[in-house]
């Protein structure tokens, strides 16, 4: 079971977002952009990464650095589905839960969003790729056709190149995802314009579901 911080709204929440840091932090080091992106009625869960790693000061990973990571990932994407899992006992349907991920948390969103056998809302990755593509069109889950997908990506990242997310959103579009990417200048980071695009998108994407109506 992984760790995670929590930011409840006033009231009752419309949706949920989860989170997923990158590497050498912890999910809660993610909760400025609650205020950031500034969401009303909106849970926001931030999950502490499986991994530790040792000299980072208390931070975690969802996986080895590549070409090492296959176990990992699947090991991290076990884990991130039995938290929506948990998510959805606690009442909160599928659809009305979104993932968000920076980095390797970009990474772990895609690996999970498209695989997850219920619909989530949609997914955010900024600065990330797509993991194993080659897997993609025989585990998709049948539930995901269209699912909504934003990349975030900057032109001048050295980390992570934006050719991968080129290619990650080419691989999503053949498989039948509404994917798009925005590129913005800026290296492996999120500058006020890409938040700005986020909000938009969540803000979409949460107001396409019907909320739950309580009687």
Request: net charge neutral.
């Amino acid at each position: 079971m992984l760790n995670f911080t929590e930011l409840h709204p006033i009231g009752m929440p419309i949706g949920c977002i989860v989170t997923l840091h990158g590497r050498g932090v912890r999910g809660e080091d993610l909760a400025p952009l609650a205020d950031a992106i500034a969401l009303e009625g909106i849970r926001w869960i931030f999950p502490d990464g499986p991994m530790e790693l040792p000299g980072s000061w208390g931070g975690r990973a969802w996986y080895e650095i590549p070409p090492h990571h296959p176990r990992g990932l699947l090991q991290s994407r076990k884990l991130l589905f039995e938290l929506i899992e948990r998510l959805e006992q606690e009442k909160t349907p599928s659809k009305r839960i979104a993932l968000v991920g920076f980095s390797q948390g970009a990474v772990m969103s895609l690996d999970v969003g498209v695989r997850y056998p219920r619909r989530i809302a949609g997914i955010v990755a900024m600065s990330g790729y797509l993991a194993r593509p080659e897997t993609l069109a025989v585990e998709k889950s049948p539930a995901v056709a269209g699912l909504p997908i934003l990349l975030i990506h900057g032109k001048n990242d050295e980390v992570l190149p934006v050719e991968g997310a080129r290619e990650a959103q080419a691989a999503l579009r053949t498989e039948g995802f509404s994917v798009r990417l925005q590129e913005y200048l800026m290296g492996h980071e999120v500058i006020p314009e890409a938040l700005s695009e986020i909000r938009t998108f969540l803000n979409q994407i949460f107001e396409a579901e019907p909320r739950n109506r309580r009687s």
